[in-house]
């Protein structure tokens, strides 16, 4: 996964009005790849370890399933330290060093391109208006287990020059944290731990199998 530090030359400071009127303001989820942070508080605690019916996260995801469950995980958590409400909103301002932005949630899509997962999402503030942001993540054609929680993806995300120089580093970080948390979610339904992210036959492949312990 590529980093790439965010530049400071356009700060996106105000969101828009209808930004201002919302009360949902949230902090992104946001990781590198040593350490992943929760994106979001919105998804149930897990059962104890026998009690689980049936998952409700498939082993295999289409598109729109795919970006139902990533808009869930790109929430972020309450900035006042709330708890979170338990669904999902239709927007959210985030904010980030002081800065702002409104996030739709309801804008998120998600299209497969050969072995690469493009998630977009629209974002908005008075500076830009409402525009367009494309992530793409490289993803192996076979989960195996150990490294393939991982992916390639470049260091600004596609659309909006200016939105991508402030915003590109909390997308990008924000998006494959959901991700993540999605790989996290699937294993703990099945008291297992997170093996792999991959795209096979059109779906997102989750794979999931006995934590590895060190000798």
């Given at each position: 996964?590529?980093?790439?530090?965010?530049?400071?030359?356009?700060?996106?400071?105000?969101?828009?009005?209808?930004?201002?009127?919302?009360?949902?303001?949230?902090?992104?989820?946001?990781?590198?790849?040593?350490?992943?942070?929760?994106?979001?508080?919105?998804?149930?605690?897990?059962?104890?370890?026998?009690?689980?019916?049936?998952?409700?996260?498939?082993?295999?995801?289409?598109?729109?399933?795919?970006?139902?469950?990533?808009?869930?995980?790109?929430?972020?958590?309450?900035?006042?330290?709330?708890?979170?409400?338990?669904?999902?909103?239709?927007?959210?301002?985030?904010?980030?060093?002081?800065?702002?932005?409104?996030?739709?949630?309801?804008s998120?899509?998600?299209?497969?391109?050969?072995?690469?997962?493009?998630?977009?999402?629209?974002?908005?503030?008075?500076?830009?208006?409402?525009?367009?942001?494309?992530?793409?993540?490289?993803?192996?054609?076979?989960?195996?287990?150990?490294?393939?929680?991982?992916?390639?993806?470049?260091?600004?995300?596609r659309?909006?020059?200016l939105v991508?120089?402030?915003?590109?580093?909390?997308?990008?970080?924000?998006?494959?944290?959901?991700?993540?948390?999605?790989?996290?979610?699937?294993?703990?339904?099945?008291?297992?731990?997170?093996?792999?992210?991959?795209?096979?036959?059109?779906?997102?492949?989750?794979?999931?199998?006995?934590?590895?312990?060190?000798?």
């Amino acid at each position: 996964m590529a980093h790439g530090k965010t530049e400071c030359g356009f700060v996106c400071a105000r969101p828009s009005r209808t930004a201002r009127r919302l009360r949902s303001i949230r902090h992104p989820g946001t990781a590198g790849t040593a350490g992943i942070g929760r994106a979001t508080g919105t998804t149930k605690p897990p059962s104890p370890p026998g009690s689980h019916a049936s998952p409700a996260i498939p082993d295999a995801l289409g598109e729109t399933a795919l970006a139902g469950l990533l808009a869930t995980r790109l929430a972020g958590t309450p900035a006042d330290g709330s708890a979170p409400s338990g669904t999902t909103p239709l927007s959210v301002v985030w904010v980030d060093q002081g800065d702002a932005v409104l996030v739709h949630l309801d804008s998120v899509a998600v299209r497969f391109v050969d072995q690469t997962v493009l998630v977009s999402m629209d974002l908005e503030c008075d500076q830009t208006g409402r525009t367009t942001m494309v992530v793409a993540f490289a993803l192996g054609a076979a989960a195996t287990s150990g490294a393939a929680l991982l992916a390639a993806t470049e260091t600004f995300p596609r659309g909006n020059a200016l939105v991508a120089a402030r915003w590109g580093a909390v997308i990008r970080n924000a998006a494959w944290s959901a991700f993540l948390n999605l790989a996290i979610d699937h294993a703990t339904e099945r008291d297992l731990a997170p093996g792999g992210l991959s795209l096979a036959g059109g779906q997102l492949q989750l794979t999931a199998g006995p934590a590895v312990k060190a000798a």
